[in-house]
């Protein structure tokens, strides 16, 4: 009689097995009837048979190489009016009362160059992903003269402002070699790497070391173009649509897809004289780069940030991390027996054009550094070209590449923590969860409250000075698992927030209500508030699993 029943349950759950997946199935040839009624312009490709398209290779996976998600489909837009289209036809699937509940249930998900690092441009088997890299291609530079009117062309075209109008799925490098090769032009506020897109970068904030004077990536755009969670396509500025403008900026790709940004260029120098100072004390590396952030413009460097190393031979994580040359040695007898397990470098760079006389340059560097007190004779110093210099990542990731690691996971870390808690975290975090550092850069310098406009959708910490730390994490064969690299990130969290410091997630990535509500603070609200103005079936952005897709709106 067991074995009986046994058996009645198991045939059971077969067919109620076999009727989901029929109902699947069936759900699935509604959404792509659906997709395939858009009539884009550009391509479609299906999932329906597991396909191993590059198309579907490339979305579905992500940069840090820890989540893998096939979506319904991944679409290849020719411009603008495909994202319209697809914005609508979802729309409009969830709307007819001729369609099933289950189908009410469509994503669509953004992918720039694919340097998510969880899983944030992906979405599932309901969602679509759009890959932006040849939408909308065209970077032209524009000026705007003193009468308020705009012209094609450069510096000299009308003597007023200048600025570049670029595609959102155009790479920062890309900009930089057009506007610089062009016109002797560049953005003020950049990322280290370059190899990101416009709209990626600006839909998060984009720091580098820069953004001390300048702001963030996000404080130098004056008018974007975007597609709204509710298909329309707006141009929005500051003044024009302003909302819609500051919501997308940093806006985790939540309100709108950005489809073209103009930046703020200025001119650009020939030359960058490089600079890295070694540490031993935190507190005199941190006073050091704040003294030198908040100075007056002609009193200070061009880029300032920094990074912790471990004091040992690792030659990973240890002292040759720090020479900008490999004909310059790391001399270990110069750092006090008195230092930690870690050690602290600052990285500056101080910009010149070809006409100015190196020894001019020599006095101005000297002048800046004389009275910082970092352990003398531990200092380096590079002479580049000012592309060579933003490009420098570049070159790591070829080189990364020969090596085969650049694929490899990345359990990547990014925080940003108020001054007043950047020595405990120091003391419990660098120097003992991280002494024997993460296998790549542990990246900190400070930031100014001031460069950043408190209209836009990023959360910052607490203070008018707070630092980004950036645990730069490589899966290298013979370090630790990805699970323990995991893991040790969790740990910090959890010391952060056991020790009661003011701190918030630089590229957040949350995956409950709660988390996410604490994340925003007293600006959650707005965030929700923005959403339901703009997305309000929560079709966008999926993968960041802020909001759930509901065929209602939110408020």
């Known amino acids: 009689m067991i074995a009986y029943l046994e058996q009645f349950v198991s045939e059971s759950e077969s067919n109620t097995k076999l009727q989901e997946a029929e109902e699947d199935g069936n759900n699935n040839n509604k959404k792509i009837v659906l997709c395939r009624e858009m009539e884009l312009q550009g391509s479609i490709d299906f999932d329906c048979n597991n396909s191993a398209s590059s198309n579907f290779s490339e979305a579905c996976k992500d940069f840090g190489g820890l989540n893998q998600s096939r979506p319904l489909g991944v679409i290849k837009p020719v411009g603008t009016d495909d994202l319209v289209r697809v914005i609508r036809s979802v729309i409009s699937s969830s709307s007819s009362s001729s369609s099933s509940s289950s189908n009410n249930n469509l994503t669509v998900a953004v992918r720039g160059n694919g340097h998510s690092i969880n899983g944030q441009a992906m979405t599932d088997s309901n969602g679509l992903v759009i890959l932006m890299r040849e939408i909308n291609p065209q970077i032209q530079i524009v000026t705007r003269n003193h009468h ?259 694929d490899n996971p990345h359990p990547w870390l990014n925080l940003l923590i108020s001054k007043k808690d950047i020595s405990g975290f120091n003391q419990t975090v660098f120097k003992k969860i991280l002494k024997d550092g993460i296998g790549g850069p542990m990246l900190i310098y400070p930031l100014l409250k001031t460069k950043w406009d408190a209209r836009t959708s990023v959360v910052l910490p607490e203070g008018e000075i707070f630092y980004l730390v950036a645990l730069l994490r490589f899966h290298l064969p013979m370090g630790p698992s990805v699970q323990d690299m995991i893991t040790q990130n969790q740990e910090i969290l959890q010391c952060c927030t056991k020790q009661g410091f003011d701190f918030k997630l630089y590229l957040p990535h949350y995956r409950s209500d709660d988390q996410w509500r604490s994340h925003f603070g007293n600006q959650w609200s707005r965030f929700v508030e923005r959403k339901a103005r703009f997305d309000p079936m929560a079709i966008l952005a999926p993968g960041q699993k802020i909001f759930s897709r509901n065929s209602n709106p939110l408020l």
């Open 148 to 406: 308020n009117s705009w012209s094609n062309g450069g510096c000299g075209s009308g003597g007023g402002d200048v600025f570049v109008d670029v595609g959102g799925g155009v790479l920062w490098e890309d900009v930089l070699l057009h506007c610089y090769y062009s016109a002797g032009l560049a953005p003020r506020s950049w990322t280290d790497y370059l190899g990101l897109t416009v709209g990626g970068t600006l839909s998060n904030a984009g720091i580098s070391g820069q953004a001390f004077r300048y702001g963030p990536q996000t404080s130098n755009v004056t008018e974007l173009e975007v597609v709204t969670g509710k298909g329309e396509i707006v141009t929005c500025s500051e003044n024009q649509n302003s909302e819609l403008f500051f919501s997308v900026l940093g806006g985790l790709g939540q309100f709108g897809i950005i489809t073209r940004a103009r930046i703020l260029l200025q001119p650009a120098p020939h030359m960058v004289r490089w600079i890295r100072m070694v540490y031993s004390e935190f507190d005199d590396f941190t006073n050091d780069a704040e003294l030198l952030t908040t100075r007056a413009e002609c009193d200070s460097f061009d880029y300032i940030e920094g990074f912790v190393f471990v004091n040992s031979d690792d030659p990973v994580n240890g002292w040759s991390s720090v020479p900008l040359s490999p004909n310059k040695l790391f001399d270990k007898n110069r750092i006090p027996k008195t230092a930690g397990p870690v050690l602290y470098c600052l990285e500056v760079a101080l910009h010149y054009r070809n006409g100015d006389n190196v020894d001019t340059i020599d006095k101005v560097a000297s002048k800046m550094t004389g009275r910082l007190r970092f352990i003398k004779n531990l200092q380096f110093e590079l002479d580049l070209s000012y592309v060579e210099f933003l490009l420098r990542v570049k070159q790591q990731e070829e080189e990364a590449k020969a090596n085969g690691i650049w």
